[in-house]
């Protein structure tokens, strides 16, 4: 290790610590101004009735077009906003981007639900309920076509207080569901004391499913224990047929993925809606879309 220290190897690694926090902190002090500015904006992944392929609802997910650094991943970004205290303020931002929108379907006569990701740092502020029932009426979105994604962490970690604040987002009509589920370390027990309607098997065991028995496993013994806890269980990162075919016979209710569909900017998911419901809404008496 001595004699590394003095190679330029290790001085050159110092150097891109150096650089990487310099741009962390650039990025920090422009997040607020990016808001402003447009430069954060949200698409739509589809997620789909696993036996009747209808599609349920859109996730939500954050995208940062930077004009130097270019396309900036939420995983790059969402921690830095949590540091630094300004994952309030995204939050509101990406609620009221997926609210707008989900207004606007319902405008169209397309009821789809929106589900949008709440950070683990979201379920400690204070005002977080309050929040959220004025942007559902700011945009006048029934709650119930609102799910909010949470990570195990965030319940787990401090399960006595989160469990009032889901209660009273649940109250609102809202559904609450468990994103990432499998790589934290909660039992699907510890998640019965909680209003949670549904689990989303985390995508690093569907991804494995058509190649790995293991993996396959594990979706399969999720999908039974939710089932008899009577939650609803929802597959993300389905990408072959395969996989889809699997999940399907293991009785998971919900898909999402490459396969259904790449995360979408809202123009292309309309288009991509008016296509897969242009059939139905031919039907007679078909008035009120409910997708
Ligand atoms: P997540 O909530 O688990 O979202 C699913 C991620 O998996 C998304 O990545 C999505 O693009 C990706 N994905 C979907 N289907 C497939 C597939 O078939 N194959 C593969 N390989 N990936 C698939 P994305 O958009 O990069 O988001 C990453 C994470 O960032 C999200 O994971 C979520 O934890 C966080 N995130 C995104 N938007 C927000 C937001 O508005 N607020 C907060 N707090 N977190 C967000
Ligand atoms: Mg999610
Ligand atoms: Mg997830
Ligand atoms: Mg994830």
């Known amino acids: 290790l001595a004699a590394a220290s003095e190679s330029g190897g290790v001085a050159s690694y110092h150097q891109v610590l150096d650089q990487q926090s310099l741009r962390r902190l ?24 696993a036996r009747t392929s209808d599609i349920v609802s859109a996730e ?32 509101d931002h990406v609620l009221d981007l997926a609210l707008a929108r ?33 942007a559902l009426r700011r945009h006048g979105v029934p709650g119930e076509l609102l799910i909010l994604e949470l990570t195990e962490g965030s319940v787990v970690d401090d399960s006595v207080r989160s469990s009032t604040v889901l209660a009273d987002l649940h109250a609102l009509g809202l559904r609450l569901s468990m994103d990432d589920f499998g790589t934290g370390y909660s039992s699907l ?39 008899n806890l009577g939650l609803r269980v929802v597959a993300e990162g389905v990408e072959d047929e395969l996989t889809r075919k699997l999940l399907t016979e293991m009785g998971c209710d919900k898909l999402q993925g490459f396969l259904i569909s790449r995360p979408l900017p809202d123009d292309k998911l309309e288009k991509w809606l008016l296509a897969r419901t242009g059939v139905r809404s031919a039907a007679p008496g078909a008035q009120h879309r409910r997708l």
């Open 26 to 49: 650039q990025l920090g002090t422009e997040l607020e101004q990016a808001m402003a500015d447009g430069q954060i904006s949200v698409v739509f992944q589809p997620i789909i009735d």
């Open 60 to 91: 939500t997910l954050v995208r940062w077009a930077h004009p130097r650094f270019g396309a900036i991943p939420p995983d790059d970004f969402i921690h830095l906003a949590e540091q630094i205290g300004r994952i309030g303020p995204l939050t």
């Open 102 to 134: 989900c207004r606007r379907w319902l405008d169209q006569d397309i009821a789809l639900s929106v589900a949008v990701n709440l950070s683990a740092r979201c379920l400690s502020e204070p005002d977080l309920v309050e929040r959220v029932q004025r």
């Open 189 to 227: 027990s510890q998640l019965r004391q909680l209003p949670i309607d549904e689990v989303k098997i985390d995508k690093s065991f569907v991804l494995g499913m058509s190649t790995s028995q293991g993996e396959s496993f594990i979706a399969r013994s999720i999908i039974e224990l939710a089932h």
